[in-house]
């Protein structure tokens, strides 16, 4: 064992109420006898009951050499990977311009945001992703059937959308904004399209819920106003219909009653879904910074963001669509990056 990996144990047997010679004994009996010597035990400990508890060695005059610092924070940054680099100037005793420097320079180390995902994926879940996937690019593959495939989500859109950057002067506080509140003033609108452009925009009207009587009922019913269905038999010929896997969208049996046949989704899969991936964070990116001082005016802009879309984007889009379902294949059913 390297010797602060000997004294961070004896700090834990320490703290657990160990004494010196049983200390020895654990130690030893796990790395072998003269792993460790009562009176080096019985020195630290010595040391932690003063109330000294570093188990670095005490900065001896003049400057620490490099090699030292750098095993210090070494052994630091595996206990403690969420230190910032404050925090490990402050516990190696060292300046924290020259502890940044050994982390990224010699110990190859970079500090990144922690990537937040929709669920932990079980093997079943990869599995299950990369099946359907698969199911997936036979359809949007084939080219003479994406055209007719639509996919469809909803989502909230908000009457006040303020601003989330701005330029300052340098020195300048930073500009403060109010936590958007839980009863913020919102509504909810459900989304189809596909390469040839928006088929249909649903507001669901205040005071009801967006339940499977009101997906079948509104937006499907205008769904199929707005889109001719085609009445063949013919799988290739007939229009399909894409959307996650919320309770609420799991109407196959009324889609087969209205010959619209549902491509799947895999489960917890956000990347692998237009609207997700592209559409809801194109139209809120538009409407940040706009406020609307009613309902209507707020659908009125929906509409305009939501049908000034180029159908280049809308093919475009359909084509990253195909590129990230061959990518999850590719990866074993992770998550996208």
């Known amino acids: 064992m390297e010797k602060l990996e000997v004294r961070s144990v004896i700090k834990f047997l320490w703290k657990s109420g160990k004494k010196n010679k049983e200390i020895v004994r654990l130690i030893n009996g796990v790395n072998g006898e003269g792993a460790v010597s009562l009176r080096m035990v019985q020195k630290w400990t010595l040391r932690f009951r003063r109330g000294d508890t570093t188990i670095f060695d005490k900065i001896r005059s003049g400057a620490p050499k490099k090699k030292e610092i750098r095993e210090k924070i070494e052994i630091f940054i595996k206990q403690c990977p969420y230190a910032s680099a404050r925090e490990i100037a402050s516990t190696v005793e060292c300046d924290k311009r020259a502890v940044s420097k050994i982390l990224k320079n010699e110990l190859g180390m970079n500090k990144v945001n922690i990537r937040w995902i929709p669920k932990m994926l079980t093997d079943h879940h990869k ?113 399909k219909l894409h959307c996650d896997n919320a309770p609420v969208h799991n109407i196959d049996e009324e889609l087969r009653q209205l010959n619209i046949p549902r491509v799947p989704q895999p489960p917890y899969s956000p990347d692998l879904a237009p609207c997700d991936f592209y559409l809801f964070g194109h139209l809120k990116s538009l409407l940040e910074g706009k406020n609307f001082a009613s309902d209507d005016q707020l659908v009125d802009e929906v509409q305009e963001i939501l049908h000034s879309i180029p159908l280049s984007t809308l093919h475009r889009v359909y084509d990253e669509w195909v590129q990230r379902l061959k990518k999850c294949i590719e990866i074993g059913g992770s998550y996208l990056e």
């Open 127 to 239: 599995l299950e992703r990369v099946r359907l996937a698969k199911e997936m690019l036979t359809v949007l593959t084939n080219q003479n059937q994406y055209k007719l495939v639509y996919t469809q989500d909803e989502t909230w859109i908000y009457l006040q959308n303020p601003r989330k950057t701005m330029w300052v002067m340098s020195g300048m506080e930073r500009p403060m904004v109010e936590k958007r509140q839980i009863g913020a003033k919102k509504l909810m609108i459900s989304v189809i399209f596909n390469v040839n452009g928006i088929a249909s925009v649903v507001v669901l009207p205040r005071g009801q819920i967006f339940n499977k009587r009101f997906f079948i009922d509104v937006v499907i019913d205008d769904f199929i106003k707005k889109v001719k269905i085609p009445k063949s038999r013919d799988e290739k010929r007939k229009v």
